[in-house]
């Protein structure tokens, strides 16, 4: 089994166990909270975990990391919470602040104003760079988020999502630097 599938179903059962932690009456209900599709009692009553289990089963990565962020937001779930570290999808503590990428020019410089507040400033070569400032979701940023913001922020392509869409990708497409970068971009 490739490693990318060994990470999903250890994500899977991290998060069915913990939610197997509660009664049985209460595991659909906790399973809708997460956004996980409804059941009857009765299913959940013969197996707490694989009633969990068979709603995350059609959910990709970014949807199981959202609804594990969910149940550690809910309950105490230490064996999740080593799990998504495991894997890498801790992420840091606090709110998202901004996303600085896709310089097509010299980069950008960036002090730090505020350690506290994690409030950074770009006092050199913003123009050549995006900053990204909007809240993010649990699931992170989509490219349908990105391409609604680049129509917010470029006014020329602010009525044809298609156009913004082409036009944000050509944008993109000036900050690579090397030819495996174009590669992996347009792959």
């Known amino acids: 089994m490739p490693q990318h599938a060994l990470d999903l179903e250890t994500l899977r059962s991290a998060i069915a166990s913990a939610v197997a932690e509660l009664k049985s009456y209460e595991v659909p209900g906790a399973c809708v909270a997460l956004?996980?599709?409804?059941?009857?009692?009765?299913e959940a009553?013969?197996?707490?975990?694989r009633y969990v289990m068979k709603r995350l089963?059609?959910?990709?990565?970014?949807?199981l990391t959202?609804?594990?962020?969910?149940?550690?937001?809910?309950?105490e779930a230490p064996e999740l919470d080593q799990v998504l570290a495991s894997l890498g999808m801790t992420?840091?503590?606090?709110?998202?602040?901004?996303?600085?990428?896709?310089?097509?020019?010299p980069k950008p410089e960036?002090?730090?104003?505020?350690a506290v507040n994690n409030r950074l400033d770009i006092v050199r070569n913003?123009?050549?760079?995006?900053?990204?400032?909007?809240?993010?979701?649990a699931a992170g940023l989509s490219w349908a988020q990105?391409?609604?913001?680049?129509?917010?922020?470029?006014?020329?392509?602010?009525?044809?999502q298609a156009a913004a869409s082409g036009d944000l990708c050509a944008r993109l497409a000036e900050s690579l630097a090397s030819s495996p970068e174009k590669v992996l971009f347009h792959t």
């Not at 009553?45 to 975990?49: A, H, L, M, R």
């Not at 089963?57 to 949807?63: D, H, K, Q, S």
């Open 146 to 160: 990105l391409v609604s913001w680049w129509q917010e922020t470029n006014p020329a392509v602010s009525g044809d």
């Open 57 to 63: 089963r059609p959910l990709a990565l970014p949807e």
């Open 35 to 42: 956004g996980l599709a409804p059941g009857d009692e009765g």
């Open 45 to 49: 009553f013969g197996s707490k975990y």
């Open 110 to 114: 960036i002090v730090l104003r505020d």
């Open 66 to 75: 959202a609804v594990a962020r969910k149940v550690l937001d809910e309950f």
């Open 126 to 137: 913003a123009q050549y760079c995006l900053t990204y400032t909007r809240p993010l979701g």
């Open 91 to 105: 992420g840091v503590d606090g709110e998202f602040k901004n996303l600085i990428f896709a310089a097509n020019g």
